[in-house]
């Protein structure tokens, strides 16, 4: 069985940690996020398949549902990597993009929202990498306008992570992209600080997508991550 359980982010899924499990020793699962309409039910939907004991990596909306996990089981985590997180609930700025594009994805407009949001989860860079543009919106449109209203509608209702951040003693990993406008650098310094011994990585040249854009610099900091003696 895993030992490593990495959870992809909203309209995402396995292809979205291609480049960065290759190296990983680990016995590695991807949980699909496609059950439940709240954070906590997807949490307790990936629990429910979840080894005794493991690590857990989480990326955007799978970094809260990392977090509900921890607040459920923290005994069960060996260690804790967030990537690329909002655990303080949606900016303002996000949460708007979504409400104004929930009912045009209903409609069947899903293509034309990934259109939208394409450009703003990478580098200003990668706006225009066809290859990276394929797996992301080969990832949404495989998952569905279904799924996509219902993971945003998780997200709106998520006012983030209410447990006690200094209460963390696993090893943890805070990752994110230096360009990411929806999870901000100065975010994740944050969140690091409020997590005793936990290690931040900024990876430069990256967006909100650091899995995506860089996966070898993300996979870098999980391997050190995976390294740590204290898990």
């Not at 939907?45 to 970094?63: E, I, N, Q, T, W």
């Not at 209903?106 to 543009?133: C, K, N």
Request: hydrophobic letters at 45%.
């Amino acid at each position: 069985m895993a030992d490593l359980l990495l959870l992809p982010g909203l309209l995402c899924d396995k292809r979205l940690w291609a480049g960065s499990i290759k190296d990983l020793t680990a016995g590695v699962d991807i949980p699909e996020m496609v059950e439940g309409n709240s954070v906590p039910a997807m949490a307790d939907a990936v629990l429910s398949r979840a080894p005794h004991r493991f690590a857990l990596a989480g990326f955007s909306l799978g970094a809260c549902v990392a977090l509900e996990i921890f607040a459920r089981v923290p005994e069960r985590l060996t260690r804790l990597a967030l990537m690329s997180a909002a655990v303080h609930g949606l900016p303002d700025r996000v949460r708007q993009h979504y409400l104004q594009w929930i009912t045009t994805i209903e409609s069947g407009g899903l293509r034309e929202y990934l259109i939208d949001a394409f450009p703003r989860y990478v580098a200003p860079r990668r706006a225009h990498d066809q290859t990276l543009w394929e797996v992301f919106s080969g990832m949404g449109e495989s998952l569905g306008p279904t799924v996509a209203v219902r993971q945003m509608q998780a997200l709106l209702h998520y006012s983030g992570y209410s447990g006690d951040l200094g209460a963390i003693r696993c090893p943890v990993a805070v990752i994110c992209g230096a360009e990411d406008q929806r999870a901000t650098p100065e975010a994740h310094a944050e969140l690091s600080r409020q997590i005793p011994g936990a290690v931040l990585t900024v990876i430069e040249g990256a967006g909100h997508f650091t899995p995506l854009e860089t996966p070898e610099a993300v996979n870098k900091a999980l391997r050190v991550w995976l390294s740590d003696t204290n898990g």
